[in-house]
C-alpha cells in the first residue's frame, strides 16, 4: 500500500488512475480545481484506510505548496506523485494563435508541473525514496503543425523527466514517464473550447486508447521491483503511427 498523489484527478486519465489505484488498496491524495468533483470522489473511496482531496490550480504557487504541505502532514510521506494536470489549448498556427493560450499551456503543463514537483520532492528526497511519474505526451517527441506551443510544453515536460531523474539519482527516487498518443478524454473538449463536435470528430473512424489504458499501465510503472523504472513509456492506440498519421475508416 503506497501514498499517491495524482494532479488532475478530476477527469479523465488521472481520475481513471485514481480509480485504478484505490482497487489496489492504495492511499490517495486527489488534487484538481473542481470541488464537487472532488467531493464526490472522495465518497467514492471512502473505503480506503486514507483518502484526501486538495482543491488548487497548479498554476498557483502558494495553494501549491499550502495544500501539498498539509498532506505531507496528514500523510507523513508521498510515496508517488503523479503528475498528469494539464491540456491543450487550442490547435492553430503560432501566427494566427492566442496568447492566453499559450499562457495556459506553458503555466500549466510545464510551471505547474514544476510547482507540484518542488513541493514534493524535498519529503522524498529526506526519505530516500519515491517515485515521480509525470504525464507527457507522444506532442512531447514529435511536434505537430499548429500543435506548436502544446509540443513545446510536452517538450519541456520530457526535458523536466530527464532533468529530475538526472538531479534525484543519488536519492533512491525513481522518476518515469508516461507518453501517450491519442487518448479518449475531455481533452479534445477543453483544446476546442467546448465544441463537442470538432472534439468527437477527432476519436472518430479508429479506436483511440481510453484512460483506463493509460491507469493500467501507471500501475503497471508503479507495481514494479524496486530496482526497476520505465523511465520513459510511450503508448498508441494501434491505429496511430505518429501524431499525424492515424488508420481512421470514416
Ligand atoms: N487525452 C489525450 O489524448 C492525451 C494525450 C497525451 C497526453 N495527455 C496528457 O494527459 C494529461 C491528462 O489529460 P486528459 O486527457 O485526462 O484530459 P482531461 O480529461 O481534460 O483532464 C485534465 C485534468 O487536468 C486538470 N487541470 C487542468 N488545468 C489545471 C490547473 N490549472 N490546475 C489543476 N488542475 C488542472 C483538469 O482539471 P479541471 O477539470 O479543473 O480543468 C483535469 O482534471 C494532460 O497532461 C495531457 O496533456 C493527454
Not at 468533483?37 to 486514507?50: G, I, V, W
Not at 500543435?147 to 543519488?170: P, W
Not at 501507471?218 to 520513459?232: D, G, K, R, T
Request: with cysteine.
Amino acid at each position: 500500500m503506497k501514498n499517491i498523489l495524482i494532479t488532475g484527478a478530476t477527469s479523465g486519465i488521472g481520475e481513471a488512475t485514481a480509480r485504478k489505484l484505490a482497487e489496489e488498496g492504495n492511499n490517495l491524495i486527489l488534487c484538481g480545481r473542481n470541488s464537487n468533483k472532488l467531493d464526490d470522489l472522495a465518497n467514492e473511496f471512502a473505503y480506503l484506510s486514507k483518502i484526501k482531496t486538495l482543491s488548487f490550480d497548479v498554476r498557483n504557487r502558494a495553494d501549491v505548496y499550502e495544500n501539498i504541505n498539509s498532506a505531507l502532514n496528514s500523510f507523513q510521506k508521498i510515496d508517488v506523485l503523479i503528475n498528469n494536470a494539464g491540456n491543450a489549448h487550442g490547435l492553430e498556427s503560432i501566427y494566427e494563435g492566442n496568447e492566453e493560450d499559450w499562457d495556459k499551456m506553458m503555466d500549466i503543463n510545464v510551471k505547474g508541473l514544476l510547482n507540484v514537483s518542488k513541493a514534493v520532492i524535498p519529503s522524498m528526497v529526506k526519505n530516500q525514496a519515491g517515485h515521480i511519474i509525470n504525464v507527457g505526451s507522444l506532442a512531447g517527441y514529435e511536434v505537430y503543425a499548429n500543435g506548436t506551443a502544446y509540443c513545446a510544453s510536452k517538450y519541456a515536460v520530457k526535458a523536466i523527466n530527464e532533468g529530475l531523474r538526472k538531479e534525484l539519482n543519488g536519492f533512491n527516487i525513481k522518476v518515469s514517464s508516461i507518453n501517450p498518443g491519442l487518448v479518449e478524454t475531455n481533452f479534445s473538449n477543453v483544446r476546442f473550447k467546448g465544441d463537442t463536435e470538432k472534439a468527437k470528430a477527432v476519436y472518430k473512424g479508429y479506436t483511440p486508447l481510453k484512460p483506463q489504458d493509460i491507469a493500467n499501465t501507471i500501475s503497471f510503472m508503479i507495481n514494479q521491483p524496486e530496482h526497476v523504472n520505465l523511465a520513459e513509456v510511450m503508448i498508441l492506440p494501434t491505429a496511430q503511427a505518429s501524431s499525424t498519421q492515424v488508420k481512421k475508416e470514416l
